[in-house]
Structure formats: C-alpha cells, structure tokens
C-alpha cells in the first residue's frame, strides 16, 4: 500500500503517479490522505489499481477513469466519475450533482445518496444508488443502466434514449418521453448482476423499470407540448 | 347614339410590401404547411455590418511601407503560452474552425485536415468525436470539449495538440446542435453511441458544470488529465464579448475562440441563425479590452471566426487585436461547397448554387456535407486538401500585402491606428474613426 498525503504532495503529482502506472504494475494499491474535498483527485487513470482516497472530494473525482477501482471513504462533489470508460468508483458518502454524467462504461456505485442530475447524458455506464436520487436524472441518457434503491425525484429520464432506469422506490415524476415499462425476465437478472456488483441486498423483482416512450426521437410537431 | 368611352382608371404598378416581402411570405407559407420551423446550415445571411465596412489607411510620410517582394512579413503565432507546456505554434495566423464528424463526410474531415497541415496551421474536430481519418492527416488537432460529449474519451483526449472547450457559437449563442435522422449513420450513430435515424440533439449547456466557477475546475479537471501539456482554449458565442472574454481567462483559459453570427452550424433554425448574436465586427473590441484590462492581451491568445473570407479580413481582425482567425463556411467552399458546377443538381434540391443551405439533409451534391456513399466518393480528400491549402496560402499573402502597404513586418503589428470606417455603424464597433475625420461614435471624450 503506497500513501500519499494530498495536503503535503499535492494534486499535481498525485495525478502524475496515477499515470505513471501501467498495466503491469505492481504499485497496484494506493490510499490517499488528506483529501480535504479536493478537486480532480484520481482523474484519467488508465491502469488496473486502486486508490482507496481516506475522506471527502470536490468536482471530478475519479473523471474518465479507465480501469482503476476507486474508494472514496467519503461524500464526493459535483461531477464523480463524469465520462468513466471503464472500472469502478464507489462512494462511501453521498454525491453531489451530475453523478457519473456521460460516463461511457464502468461501474459507479453510491452507498448514500445522489444529487441531481444523476447519470445525466450517460453512454454506457452503470449507477447503482443505495439510496435516493435528486431532480433531471439520467436527463438525455443514452445507453448503460440506472440503478435506483430509494426515490427518484422530479423529472427521471426526461429526453431519454436508451438507457434502461431501475427504481425500487417512489418517483416524484417523469421527464418528457420517459415511461414506465415491462420487468422482464432479463431485466430481473441485469438487475441481479448489478445489485450484486454494487453490495446492495434489495430484491430485483422490488424495482420498476423506466424507459424510453420513443416518441421524440423523430420531431414531430405535435409532439412540441412535450417540451 | 355614340356609345361614350369613360376615361381609363389608371392603375398603380404592383408594390411588394417592404414587411411582408416574397421571402416572408415564403417562410409563412412553408411554416404554414409543415408545422416546423425551418432548419438550415452555415451562417447569418442578412446583411450586417461587417470586415468590409474597414479600410487600411496605407502608408504614407509618417509611415513608410516594407518591400513586398524583397522585405519579410511575418506571419506565424503561437497559441497557449500561457499554462501549456506545448502550446501550438502555427505558420500562419488563420486556422480551421470545429466541424463535425456527422455534420461534415470522413472525406471532408480528411481534406480539412491535409489543407490545414499542408499549410501549416491546425484544425479542429466537431461535435462527434474525433476520427483516425482526422487525426491522420492533421499535424495540429485541436479537441473540442463540447455539451453533448459524443466520442469523449481520454485517449483521444490525450492525442490531442489543444482542447476546445465550446461554450458557444455565434450562429446560436446558448443553443445545441442539431443532426437530423438522414445523417445519423451506422458510423455517426455508433460514434455517438446514438440509435439510427433518430433526430439528434446535442445540449445546449455541458452536463457537469455552470458558470465561470465550475468552468475553472473543470479547466483544472482537463488539464491534470492531459498533464497540463496541452493549450486549454475556451470558445464562446459573440455574446456578451467583455464579460465572457474576462470570465474564461479567470476561468484559465489560455486561448479564447470568439465567434460572430456570421460564423456557420451545420444545422439549427434560421429564426436563431438571423436573430441571436451579435455581428463579427462588433465582437473584436470588447474583448480585446477585456484581455487590455487584465493585462492579458498577447498572453491569453484570442482567435477570432464568423464570416472570415479573405486576406483583408484576416488583417483587420488582427489590426483590431486578434492573435489569430479561424475559418468555417470559408473552408467548405474552398473544397467545393456550393459550386457552380453543380448547378443542376442543386435546382433539383429546389435551391441553386451559393444559396444551399438544406446541409442537415444530406443531399449535398458536393460529397462534403453529407453522410451517404455514393455522394461522398464524388469528394477527393487530396484535392480537397490542395484547394484548401491554396486558399489559406492566398489568404495569407493577401494579409502580407496589407501589412507590408502598413508598414508592419510582422501581422501582429497591425493595429487600430492603421484603419478606418466607411460607416457610422462600422466605425462606432470597431472604435476607429469614420474616414475622413479623427471622430468615431461613443470616443472618450466626446458628447456622442
């Protein structure tokens, strides 16, 4: 276990090591102290380690990480793992605002809960959410899953594409062209899978799933009240 | 009993109302019939106060002009000096505005990239990511961070000579893009992880961040990725030039991206296209007071787009303080958009040459802005590139020309100084005086 103190260090060389380490390296274990909400901590990794970070962060922490399992034992601020291609962030704390957005692969998980604009454009990437998320979530999102134990707030899924939404909770209301949709037997294991990956208990026959109603993927003028 | 003639009651000849003109009445009557609004590509058509308003006084007993055949003029610039540890040199001070992969063939893509090369500046992706095709042929690519973040991802990131972080554009200030279904490919949709056909938006705002304050960490976010190698340019609409020229470069902006209505889209509605932004001209000088009054002028390197067609606007720009223009709609019909030789198949589009604009459709009898085979194989990347590459040497020595008549041996040596206006409206912009007096509207000092 290597540790580095952000305080004394600074961000600037803890990022240049992160990078430094390639596939093969043995330096595959890394906590980091002394965050103190610190912004862009761990952001672009691209190598198979994992950086246990002892605290809270500020925006970005974990942005497009490639490979990396990233701990925070703590909240995380706007922006978690936005544009993650691949591995996997998890949130001890709760996170702010725009949670995992456009992340193209990977796993984020979510012990307590999301912000607003949770998985927001997101292309591919999985959010498991132990407890609730805020307003406009999954707004615009493309493809990847969302997972949600507790309530959605307003708006879930509005503009969606093809991103599937799991909400085992209430949901305050639906965006534009987001409905609810059929649990089907592959949707129970999806879920299974990823509840499971996420270290939650919930029963994936609890949840309900949302979707895309496709009716504003073409414009159509009588469709213009939607917006 | 003589049948009595009346007197004739003369008639007036018919009058077109100046309000309801035949291009109004089309637009009402095509409104009318569809129940959308209409959608186009490139730039603002009205006429507009602009470059050719300006005129370069020359040398005179004062100021003694430099050899043009014999006396150098420099042209280079260096863009990002400021925090990048490789900021971009360039030969010549105009490079070649983003366009997108989607909006714009692989082809096109390709020649842009050879002309630009070929003449040693940089070109710029688009919102769709970056492709091999791209990235190939461009010695200096600069990576647009835009809203929708289609393709985003660190290698490319990392394979890029400067980032572009698009907060607007001056065809649709605090507007998105806009593909429409006919050019959503297999590659396009599979590139922005997309379905098929569908009607793509691209957001207006980026997903992950408001203001200048979040925009300064997303700036440190971007630079710790790509270890602060690369110039960070910030590229927004002509708006609100002062306040956002002076926000970016708190932000930490190295280079700011100014652009004018005039400046093209590949697609958005024509009411936002002719209503919203303000005139290239009328966008230079407030922010290049902005970078004056923080002492960043020459350091935070402004570029300068929307409506650029020659070497004389070129020098203007930079007389006004600009480090450098970027061109769009000037590239595309330097590779052949709009061309004559086309003319029939562009009356069969229900339009004619110089005036298409339908580029969301796809139909462009061109090959450049479009997405289907058979049209793309009539566009050769490599003359295409040798075009581009003869317009942007001409433009250059137009501008050496210019400078040269001024006096200047450098293009960055132009300045206010060296012009005037011919209208009232061009001189109160551009802060130079109306020709023939040392007066312009709104001059310190004076009661207008």
Redesign the interface.
Same mark, same amino acid.
């Given at each position: 276990m290597l540790e580095f103190d952000l305080q004394e260090n600074g961000? *600037?060389k803890l %990022? #240049?090591a992160l +990078?430094d380490q390639k596939d093969s390296t043995n330096q595959t274990a890394w906590e980091v102290i002394n965050p103190k909400g610190s +912004? &862009?901590i761990a952001? =672009?990794i691209?190598a198979p380690i994992e950086v246990n970070i002892k605290g809270s962060t =500020? @925006? @970005?922490c974990g =942005? $497009?990480n /490639?490979q990396a399992t990233i701990n925070v034992k703590g909240s995380v601020g706007? =922006?978690v793992a936005? %544009?993650m $291609?691949s591995g996997k962030v998890i949130i001890e704390g709760d996170a702010s605002?725009?949670a995992g &957005?456009?992340g +193209?692969g990977g796993l984020l998980v979510i012990k307590g809960n999301a912000s607003s *604009?949770c998985g927001? #454009?997101m /292309?591919?990437i999985n959010i498991v959410v132990h407890g609730n998320i805020g307003h406009m979530s999954a !707004?615009?999102a493309?493809?990847g899953n969302l997972v949600v134990c507790g309530d959605a707030g307003d708006a879930l899924g509005d503009?969606l @594409?093809?991103a599937k939404l799991f909400v085992r909770g209430s949901v305050k209301s639906l965006g534009a062209d987001c409905e609810k949709k059929e649990m089907r037997p592959e949707h129970i294991e999806l879920l299974r899978q990823l509840l499971s990956e996420a270290d939650c208990d919930a029963k994936p026959e609890e949840f309900t799933r949302y979707g895309s109603a496709r009716t504003l993927?073409? !414009?159509d003028?009588d469709n213009s009240d939607a917006y | 009993m003589n049948k009595i003639e009346k007197p004739a009651i003369p008639h007036t000849t018919p009058r077109y109302s100046a309000t309801f003109s035949n291009d109004v009445n089309s637009d009402i009557r095509r409104a009318a019939a569809t129940g959308i609004y209409d959608i186009r590509g490139g730039g603002a058509k009205r006429k507009l106060p602009n470059f050719d308003d300006l005129l370069f006084l020359g040398a005179s007993i004062s100021r003694y002009p430099l050899e043009g055949y014999r006396e150098k003029c420099e042209t280079s610039v260096t863009i990002g000096t400021r925090y990048a540890k490789n900021p971009i040199e360039l030969d010549i001070p105009i490079t070649i505005a983003g366009m997108s992969f989607g909006a714009l063939s692989g082809p096109a893509k390709e020649a842009l990239g050879r002309g630009a090369s070929a003449a040693g500046t940089s070109t710029t992706t688009g919102d769709g990511g970056m492709t091999p095709e791209e990235r190939g042929h461009s010695t200096k690519l600069v990576y647009q961070y835009l809203p929708s973040r289609y393709g985003m991802n660190p290698d490319d990131l990392r394979k890029a000579d400067a980032i572009e972080i698009v907060v607007g554009q001056g065809a649709k200030p605090g507007g998105g893009g806009m593909l429409l279904g006919q050019k959503i490919s297999d590659r396009v949709a599979e590139m922005r992880n997309l379905p098929k056909g569908i009607d793509q938006r691209s957001a207006c705002r980026h997903p992950d961040w408001t203001g200048p304050d979040d925009l300064e960490i997303k700036i440190l976010e971007l630079r710790e990725i790509t270890g602060w190698k690369v110039p960070i340019y910030v590229k927004v609409a002509g708006a609100r030039p002062y306040y956002d020229t002076t926000l970016a470069i708190k932000a930490g902006a190295d280079a700011i991206v100014l652009d004018g209505m005039q400046g093209g889209t590949a697609a958005t509605q024509d009411i936002f296209i002719e209503h919203v932004g303000q005139p290239t001209l009328a966008i230079v000088r407030p922010a290049v007071q902005a970078l004056q009054d923080l002492g960043m002028h020459r350091e935070v390197q402004l570029i300068l787009s929307g409506g650029i067609r020659n070497g004389a606007d070129v020098a203007k720009a930079m007389a006004l303080g600009a480090d450098a223009v970027a061109i769009g709609s000037a590239a595309l019909i330097a590779l052949g958009d709009n061309d004559p030789i086309h003319e029939e198949e562009y009356n069969k589009l229900g339009t004619t040459a110089g005036a298409y604009d339908d580029w969301h459709e796809g139909m462009d009898p061109a090959g450049i802005t479009t997405q289907d085979p058979d049209l793309m194989k009539r566009f050769d990347p490599k003359e295409g590139g040798r075009k581009l590459r003869n317009y942007l040497k001409v433009m250059t020595l137009e501008a050496q020309t210019i400078a040269r008549a001024c006096g200047k041996n450098h293009l960055h040596n132009l300045e206010p100084e060296d012009l005037v206006a011919v209208t009232m409206e061009a001189a109160a912009m551009a802060k130079v005086p109306l020709a023939g007096t040392t007066w312009y509207p709104g001059k310190p000092g004076t009661s207008y």
């Open positions: 961000l *600037r %990022n #240049s +990078h +912004h &862009a952001v =672009g691209d =500020g @925006y @970005y =942005g $497009m /490639k706007p =922006g936005e %544009n $291609m605002q725009y &957005a456009t +193209h *604009r927001i #454009s /292309k591919g !707004f615009m493309q493809s503009s @594409y093809e993927y073409n !414009f003028i | -």
